[in-house]
């Protein structure tokens, strides 16, 4: 199968994502926040994922989804739950905000793999290639489609492959479950490895944000030096004749 059909069949699998329909027309939930029609629709995307794009890419998209999942949920769960705590508790308020993150981790989980599969179809290299390799220069347009791709290409193919990496020698989420560093036998309480780790995951987010934007101002250089578009075809209208047609 072709990047043109697998882009069209990610497409068509992100419309009741985007449109609600029918997935929020499905009754009944596992646990409230988790709705039968999201987790049918989720079931069906991960799925195709792994069909289409094989197990390493399937592994790859569920790890960044995790890794931006994880610190989104458990901030906003975290800092909800202490309002709660100073303004009062209430069963009541306890129920929706349970269910409001259980229902965001569902959706993240969700959507971030399959945006990541949808992009990850589209040939960046080739369209980069085809913008560079222009005879007739290139529009304003063009360039700063440009810039986006070499800073998506390097994100995706450097950052985040780094990123999963440092996660992978730093035992971040081995660290979450009580299982990392020296005291095994005796793991540290859950608050101090949730804090750790959303520390850790900060630091992170920092460092790839960095990485992601170090080369732009010589991408930006390289790309405004590009003929412009029609620069070519203007100097041979105004290049003197030749001087075998003077004569």
């Known amino acids: 199968m072709n990047w043109r059909l697998k882009a069209l069949g ?14 929020n027309c499905i009754p009944g939930a596992l646990l409230p926040g988790a709705d039968y029609g ?30 931006i ?3 989104v949920v458990l901030l906003g769960a975290g800092i909800s739950y202490t309002g ?29 793999p399959l945006a990541l599969s949808m ?6 290299h080739r369209l980069e290639h085809y913008l560079l390799q222009r005879s007739d220069g290139v529009k304003i347009a063009e360039k700063i489609a440009l810039m986006g791709l070499r800073v998506f290409n390097h994100t995706l193919h450097f950052v985040l492959p780094n990123i999963l990496e440092i996660i992978r020698e ?6 979450l479950r009580g299982r990392g560093g020296r005291c095994r036998d005796n793991p540290p309480p859950l ?40 620069t070519e075809k203007q100097k041979q209208d105004h290049a003197p004749p030749s001087g075998r047609d003077n004569k």
Do not use: K
């Not at 306890?94 to 569902?106: E, G």
């Not at 992009?119 to 960046?124: H, K, S």
């Open 191 to 230: 608050r101090r490895r949730i804090t750790g780790t959303l520390r850790m995951l900060t630091h992170i987010g920092v460092e790839a944000i960095c990485a992601a934007i170090r080369f732009v101002p010589l991408w930006a250089e390289e790309i405004s030096r590009l003929p412009g578009y029609g």
């Open 84 to 112: 709660l705590l100073i303004s009062g508790w209430s069963q009541a308020r306890q129920v929706v905000y349970a269910a409001h993150y259980v229902r965001l981790a569902v959706t993240m989980l969700t959507v971030i």
């Open 10 to 23: 990610f497409g068509v699998l992100a419309v009741p994502a985007f449109s609600g329909f029918p997935v």
């Open 69 to 71: 999942s994880i610190p």
């Open 170 to 175: 730093e035992g971040v989420l081995s660290a």
């Open 119 to 124: 992009v990850a179809v589209i040939p960046m």
């Open 38 to 67: 999201w987790l049918v629709y989720a079931a069906a995307v991960h799925l195709t994922i792994l069909l289409l794009l094989g197990r390493r890419a399937y592994r790859f998209a569920l790890a960044v989804a995790l890794v």
